[in-house]
Structure formats: structure tokens, C-alpha cells
């Protein structure tokens, strides 16, 4: 796991580290030591901690005038016993939501493996940002996490599978992306 960088091309576009509305604003990161883990896998330390000991992040774009963020997730996602969406939610989501941010694209091909607990920090942030006219996305997460997430009943809280897990993502660029998700969003919500 030590190699699986966070996609990088977009950084001449949008860098976390220097976006003083960003919760990762003024992080520094080493590219020789690695002191992030998901359990005894080490991690490529360009990913951010925000708290969780298992799941790691990195923001890829967050464009407030359009009011989206595009989240690129890494490890496991445990609210059995780490409480992930807690951490994520009141760590990363709320910060950004103050700024303006009310879509968002959460990309999970590399999140391993998802443990439920309850559902009512899916379902506050569900409503927030519906709330303001937004909506959170699930881009091309593998199909057992999926399975796993609809199993708790948490699918009813994102916008997930069919072309939403078909999307090279990685060839677009970011406002691109927005447009096209978007778009895939509109459909779904007024079929």
C-alpha cells in the first residue's frame, strides 16, 4: 500500500496544503517517511490523517464558487471501531460545509473494507447537505463495500453504483468530473 499515491495531476489546479479555507491547510508531508498505517500497511504519506487510525484522505479539489469537493478515500472504513464517519464528518465535512461546500464526490476505489455502527452521522449529513441543495456521491468503490454499505442501509445517505462506478475519473479534469457526476446525479434524482 506504501505506493498508492494520491492522484496527483491535479495539483497544479488545487493543492489542500495551501488553501487556507481547506482543513488540511499548512499540513506538511515528507516524501521519505511514512508514518501513516492502516494497520501494519504503511501508507504513502502524501494521504492526510484526520483522525481515523484506519481511513486516510486526501482532498483533490474543492471548488467553492460551484460549491463541490472531490475526496479520494484510502484503507478502511471502520465505524464499528473507530467511528470513520464521526471523525470524517465533524473533522472534514463540516469545515468544508462552512466554506461552502455541499457536493460531494467521494472516490473509494482504494477503501479496502467497511465495518457498520449506527447511521446518524450518515443520515445528519445526508440532510445537511440536501438541506443547501447538495448531495454526496460514491465514485467507483469496490462491490463488496458497496454490498457492505447497502447491507447497513447506508446507500439510502449516497448516490452510488451503476455509471457512478464506470467513471474513469482519473481523465477528466476536475470541473469535467463535476459536470459529469453531476449530471449523473440530476438523472437519478429526477427519475
Keep these: 500500500m506504501h505506493d498508492i499515491e494520491p492522484f496527483f495531476n491535479w495539483r497544479h489546479r488545487y493543492v489542500a496544503e495551501e488553501d487556507e479555507r481547506s482543513p488540511f491547510f499548512g499540513a506538511e508531508h515528507s516524501e521519505f517517511e511514512f508514518t501513516h498505517a492502516v494497520y501494519d500497511h504503511v501508507i504513502h504519506p502524501q494521504w492526510d490523517s484526520f483522525g481515523s487510525r484506519t481511513l486516510y484522505l486526501k482532498v483533490l479539489q474543492a471548488d467553492y464558487d460551484a460549491g463541490y469537493a472531490v475526496l479520494e ?56 447537505v440536501t438541506d443547501a441543495g447538495g448531495w454526496i456521491t460514491l465514485l467507483n468503490f469496490r462491490e463488496h463495500v458497496r454490498d457492505d454499505l447497502k447491507a447497513a442501509n447506508l446507500d439510502q445517505y449516497f448516490l452510488l453504483g451503476g455509471k457512478l462506478d464506470q467513471l474513469d475519473w482519473r481523465t477528466f479534469e476536475p470541473e469535467d468530473l463535476y459536470e459529469r457526476v453531476e449530471g449523473l446525479v440530476m438523472r437519478r434524482l429526477n427519475a
Design 73 to 128: 478515500l484510502i484503507g478502511e472504513w471502520n465505524d464499528l471501531l473507530y467511528n470513520d464517519i464521526m471523525l470524517l464528518k465533524r473533522d472534514v465535512v463540516e469545515p468544508m460545509m462552512a466554506e461552502g461546500i455541499h457536493k460531494f464526490i467521494l472516490v473509494g476505489e482504494n477503501v479496502l473494507n467497511f465495518h457498520s455502527s449506527d447511521e446518524e452521522y450518515y443520515s445528519e449529513w445526508f440532510d445537511e
